[in-house]
């Protein structure tokens, strides 16, 4: 699959990019079947990120794809490593881990404001994420992104409902601004989406998301991945996902090298 020139410059420039109709219809049908055999049977990994009062429910799940045939039909056959490839100009794409992500109608909880690149144990500039709704999504429902900051800094990440200082040390890394109070000083991108869009981000593009009103849930399916410069960095902390509780002793990852393996398959080329 090509991407336009400048859906790639757009990348590269802002640290985000809405594609319009890059998933095909039988890959949002397995999508859709896998999230809602995860909703019936979730993971270990799996996290209730609304409080017991919230009218409405958001559930996540990690590194679900090898429990369901259906999302493995996807990661063996996806054509995004492909599309990767081109927006972060890298010979080879590797699968990081999938995020199940489900907000049901009248969720009031809000993802916070973060970069996903410090909670994670890899390093590098070369990687994309894909966030691949199955349901239709208004823009007021929308992920959100800030322009640019996939630039950096690094900011520091934080526990979402605790604010604690779990992954780097307190005073180490740069806060994240107040992006809520401070809208206007901040380029903010998101869209209406339809099933078979994405959108494609940098793992330091600061993003976050409403809740979702009315009553249509948002079921998502989030796909990280990895080129040419990404390598393993073991932390002294537990990152998210958590790949300990998948390989304890016995962990294939080396540092300062790229994933490999059957959790880290090559999705381009194949």
């Known amino acids: 699959m090509t991407v336009s020139r400048s859906d790639v410059e757009a990348y590269r420039r802002d640290g985000v990019v809405v594609l319009r109709g890059v998933v095909s219809p039988h890959e949002v049908e397995l999508l859709t079947a896998g ?12 996290k209730v990120a609304s409080s017991p009062d919230d009218p409405g429910f958001f559930i996540e799940d990690f590194c679900t794809w090898r429990d369901h045939e259906a999302f493995g039909e996807f990661v063996r056959t996806t054509t995004l490593g492909d599309v ?17 992500l489900v907000k049901e109608a009248r969720t009031r909880q ?3 404001w973060h970069q996903d690149q410090p909670y994670y144990d890899v390093e590098g500039r070369q990687n994309v994420s894909f966030w691949i709704p199955v349901d239709p999504v208004d ?4 992920l959100e992104l800030v322009v640019g900051t996939h630039l950096g800094p690094w900011l520091m990440p934080r526990s979402f409902l605790t604010k604690e200082a779990k992954w780097f040390p307190e005073g180490s890394l740069t806060e994240l601004p107040d992006v809520d109070a401070r809208r206007g000083d901040f380029e903010i991108k998101s869209w209406s989406l339809e099933p078979g869009d994405a959108i494609a981000f940098h793992m330091l593009t600061v993003h976050g998301a409403p809740g979702v009103s009315g009553d249509e849930r948002r079921r998502v399916f989030s796909v990280r991945v990895l080129g040419d410069d990404m390598v393993y960095a073991p932390r002294e902390w537990t990152c998210s996902p958590d790949f300990t509780q ?10 300062g090298e790229p994933l490999s393996g059957p959790w880290f398959p090559q999705l381009f080329p194949r």
């Open 35 to 46: 999230i809602d055999e995860v909703l019936e049977n979730p993971s270990p990994r799996a």
């Open 84 to 100: 990767a490839a081109q927006l972060t100009d890298s010979h080879a794409i590797r699968m990081y881990h999938d995020h199940v």
């Open 110 to 112: 809000r993802t916070p």
């Open 139 to 142: 823009v007021s429902s929308c």
């Open 246 to 255: 998948l390989f304890g002793d016995r962990d294939p990852r080396t540092p």
